[in-house]
């Protein structure tokens, strides 16, 4: 069978993101995408191996948008300002495409090539961005994981509404992370 003409994998990918962000990952089946992208199952087996192929594609797909997204925040930003920057954009693709990211925690083969490339670029963005704090390499890489560890709670504690207080996110968002920096300074002398 050959593909559908207008339908390719970057469309796929963009329908399937849609439904995960707007009704979370169990939304997302081969028949509720085909509906939403008005074509036949059978016609998306010409671009994704079924389901699992689908949710493979799309783990990666969201992590080279998140890595792209903490990349630009950068820009030439450095120390605790290029942290800052790539916690803030962290925490709006969280708030932007929380599907999306659940999808990126969910990869079906932790060892596919592919997306441990992609998730050791992440990495690799995060040990140059705190270099500056001249770390010995295990303590980087403790590091690195603590901030790893920071995003995702605060981004999955505001997903899950778990700040009841009346105060801003923001606000809070920031000063855990300066917080963290201040720890960081502290080990790096």
Do not use: C, W
Not at 96 to 123: C, F, Q, R, S
Request: aromatic fraction near 6%.
């Amino acid at each position: 069978m050959s593909p559908r003409m207008g339908l390719d994998l970057q469309t796929i990918l963009l329908a399937a993101t849609n439904i995960v962000d707007e009704g979370g990952i169990e939304a997302l089946t081969m028949a509720t995408l085909a509906k939403t992208l008005n074509v036949q199952s059978p016609s998306l087996y010409n671009h994704i191996d079924g389901l699992q192929g689908l949710k493979k594609h799309l783990a990666q797909y969201g992590l080279e948008k998140l890595y792209k997204g903490m990349k630009e925040a950068v820009n030439d930003k450095q120390g605790e300002e290029a942290i800052l920057s790539i916690g803030h954009s962290y925490l709006e693709f969280v708030r932007t495409h929380p599907g999306l990211y659940e999808m990126t925690l969910k990869a079906p083969d932790a060892k596919d090539v592919e997306i441990e490339k992609v998730a050791n670029e992440i990495v690799y963005l995060m040990i140059d961005v705190i270099t500056p704090y001249h770390l010995e390499k295990d303590q980087t890489i403790h590091m690195v994981r603590g901030i790893r560890s920071l995003l995702h709670g605060f981004a999955s504690l505001e997903q899950a509404g778990g700040f009841g207080f009346p105060l801003d996110l923001n606000e809070s968002f920031e000063n855990m992370v300066r917080t963290y920096l201040i720890g960081m300074k502290h080990i790096s002398k």
